[in-house]
């Protein structure tokens, strides 16, 4: 989105770098606080936006993929 890397992310934000990787690949979303800090570290209202947007979708993605979902 702004040509980051993982390591500035993770300072900029002040989260772990294994942190945003998880995120990332999907292993893990990010908690209430760390998503916080995370929006803080984006320069433009714009990113917090694309930011929350990509959390949201991989929220969506998780829950289609859960068993016993009545979508599948």
């Known amino acids: 989105m702004l040509g980051w890397s993982q390591a500035e992310l993770a300072k900029a934000g002040?989260?772990?770098?294994?942190?945003?990787?998880?995120?990332?690949r999907g292993a893990h979303m990010p908690i209430g606080n760390n998503l916080a800090s995370?929006?803080?570290?984006f320069p433009s209202h714009f990113a917090s936006v694309m930011l929350l947007r990509t959390v949201d979708k991989k929220i969506t993605q998780q829950q289609a993929t859960q068993p016993g979902n009545c979508n599948q």
């Open 38 to 41: 995370m929006i803080k570290a």
């Open 14 to 24: 002040n989260v772990s770098r294994q942190t945003i990787a998880d995120f990332e």
